[in-house]
């Protein structure tokens, strides 16, 4: 069970994009009291409009990038030899050049610096905006246009949803990529929102092999179950993840989706379904 400092994190994601992923993750959420909804989709955060709710700034999440003092650098060129991500460069009799999107923020240039011309600053990256004066609560993280790295954000947000102590769910970018091993490092279980189609089998397959990885358990829920058919009981059997619901394809939802009205709200099956959902988590992870 959660506690104040350590709040079960129930984390659903997808192997691609357009799977119902928000549309799942929104429909956990109210369904069920004093749960934390997290928007780590953050280049595209949407959850916000499916929750009905209206989000207030919070805060900047910002990183340290290096600054160079041109009147104590002695162009030697350390610092760029040093970067693994190519983030400065060195021309000429010139002060090393940053660029801010390659940055990982690791500090490494300033150590080697041997005139100590390198100090650290603050850059903003993104923002968390949030709603908490009424259930669902939800957190948001919201990236700056144009920043190329978006885990920061991402982190700052889990850290501020942890500290309200509620049962946590978190909405995670799509794909497979480091984003998303963000989000699902230290969730408690991952939930994979999939659709039978042979895109659908494939990214699932990618997704389950990172959970594996990180060694979380999963379950799989189905998104307009009845548009393709591709089987995923093997998937299922050879990752030992259950399915856990099948929703099939409902215009009425899809119009819903479109005017920012989450599943659960118009549709029985969905209700149901997700009642099952939460009958499992109930048992297996909260219990």
């Given at each position: ?18 799977t ?22 953050v ?22 990038v ?8 002695t ?7 040093y970067?693994?991500y ?8 010139n ?10 923020n ?9 005139p100590?011309?390198i100090?650290?600053?603050?850059y903003?990256?993104?923002e ?10 939800i957190?948001e ?8 790295n ?21 909405d995670?970018?799509?794909?497979t ?10 969730a ?5 929102v999939?659709?039978p189609?042979?895109f659908?089998?494939s ?9 594996t ?9 189905v ?7 591709e ?57």
């Amino acid at each position: 069970m959660s506690t104040e400092n350590n709040p079960v994190r129930i984390a659903v994601a997808s192997g691609k994009g357009g799977t119902g992923k928000s549309c799942v993750s929104s429909s956990l959420v109210l369904s069920r009291d004093s749960v934390t909804a997290v928007d780590a989709d953050v280049e595209e955060p949407n959850l916000s409009l499916l929750l009905d709710q209206t989000l207030h700034r919070q805060k900047d999440v910002t990183v340290l990038v290096p600054e160079i003092d041109p009147s104590v650098c002695t162009r030697c060129g350390k610092c760029s030899n040093y970067c693994l991500y190519g983030a400065l460069t060195q021309i000429g009799n010139n002060p090393p050049l940053l660029n801010k999107n390659l940055c990982h923020n690791c500090g490494v240039c300033s150590m080697v610096c041997p005139p100590n011309a390198i100090t650290e600053i603050p850059y903003r990256v993104g923002e968390i905006r949030s709603a908490l004066d009424k259930q669902p609560r939800i957190v948001e993280g919201r990236i700056d246009i144009g920043t190329v790295n978006s885990i920061p954000v991402i982190k700052e947000a889990l850290r501020e949803a942890s500290r309200l102590g509620d049962l946590m769910v978190i909405d995670c970018p799509p794909g497979t990529s480091c984003p998303v091993v963000a989000c699902m490092e230290d969730a408690d279980f991952v939930l994979l929102v999939t659709e039978p189609t042979p895109f659908g089998l494939s990214d699932l397959e990618m997704a389950l092999e990172l959970a594996t990885m990180l060694k979380k358990d999963c379950g799989i829920i189905v998104n307009r179950s009845d548009l393709a058919g591709e089987d995923l009981h093997g998937l299922s059997e050879r990752y030992n993840a259950p399915i856990l619901a099948s929703f099939p394809f409902s215009r009425n939802i899809a119009e819903a989706y479109a005017q920012g009205i989450s599943p659960i709200k118009v549709d029985k099956l969905w209700e149901k379904g997700i009642g099952s959902v939460w009958e499992f988590l109930e048992r297996e992870v909260l219990s």
